[in-house]
T-cell receptor, first 116, second 113 residues
Framework: AQSVTQLGSHVSVSEGALVLLRCNYS??????LFWYVQYPNQGLQLLLK??????LVKGINGFEAEFKKSETSFHLTKPSAHMSDAAEYFC??????????????FGTGTRLKVLA | DAGVTQSPTHLIKTRGQQVTLRCSPK?????VSWYQQALGQGPQFIFQ???????QRGNFPDRFSGHQFPNYSSELNVNALLLGDSALYLC????????????FGSGTQLSVL
């Protein structure tokens, strides 16, 4: 079965500093990978997705992620943190067991805190 | 264009009771998935509905059941509630035959006392 591991349940960065959130996956086949963001009392919003077209994926709000097959990683980065980036971030892998259907396997999440 | 809507937003039940949660998918979507998000955890897949049938199911007991209607809306039913069922229940919709990108609702916060 596929799985996702997010290293660091809490990450703190200063405003303007680099954001790096780590995600490693296990998959026996080329995966679809996703990063979602969840603000308090809200659902999940898609930041970006990897579907094998390009290893560097650009998403919304200045975030990007790089797929590294050799490291089975899909880390999320943003060059300069903003106060509004404070939220919980989830990495997910898509698993297809029935033709044409997908279910997502989520990591346990990383809570990002941005310090003024 | 309305996104995924869920009702109610909050619900309080007692152990042993039954609960029904509702979801309307994003316009144009035909597939609905349900996830359970316990406090401090990532969402866990419950099941997925397409063409009014359950297509895939996660590791949840039979107390969890669902339904999809002809207009693609969906219900999640949980019987014989346990304290451990307290969680945020998220509905996600997608369009079959595409890259299956999921759009999530804001969820229903269920508290079991």
């Amino acid at each position: 079965a596929q799985s996702v591991t997010q290293l660091g349940s809490h990450v703190s960065v200063s405003e303007g500093a680099l954001v790096l959130l780590r995600c490693n996956y296990s998959s026996s086949v080329p995966p679809y990978l996703f990063w979602y963001v969840q603000y308090p009392n809200q659902g999940l919003q898609l930041l970006l997705k990897y579907t094998s077209a390009a290893t560097l994926v650009k998403g919304i709000n200045g975030f990007e992620a790089e797929f590294k097959k050799s490291e089975t990683s899909f880390h999320l980065t943003k060059p300069s943190a903003h106060m509004s980036d404070a939220a919980e971030y989830f990495c997910a892998v898509s698993e297809s067991k029935v033709l044409g259907t997908y279910k997502y396997i989520f990591g346990t999440g990383t809570r990002l805190k941005v310090l003024a | 264009d309305a996104g995924v809507t869920q009702s109610p937003t909050h619900l309080i039940k007692t152990r042993g009771q039954q609960v029904t949660l509702r979801c309307s998918p994003k316009s144009g979507h035909d597939t609905v998935s349900w996830y359970q998000q316990a406090l401090g955890q990532g969402p866990q897949f419950i099941f997925q509905y397409y063409e009014e049938e359950e297509r895939q199911r996660g590791n949840f007991p039979d107390r969890f059941s669902g339904h999809q209607f002809p207009n693609y809306s969906s219900e999640l039913n949980v019987n014989a509630l346990l304290l451990g069922d307290s969680a945020l229940y998220l509905c996600a919709s997608s369009l079959s035959g595409t890259d299956e990108k999921l759009f999530f609702g804001s969820g229903t916060q269920l508290s079991v006392l």
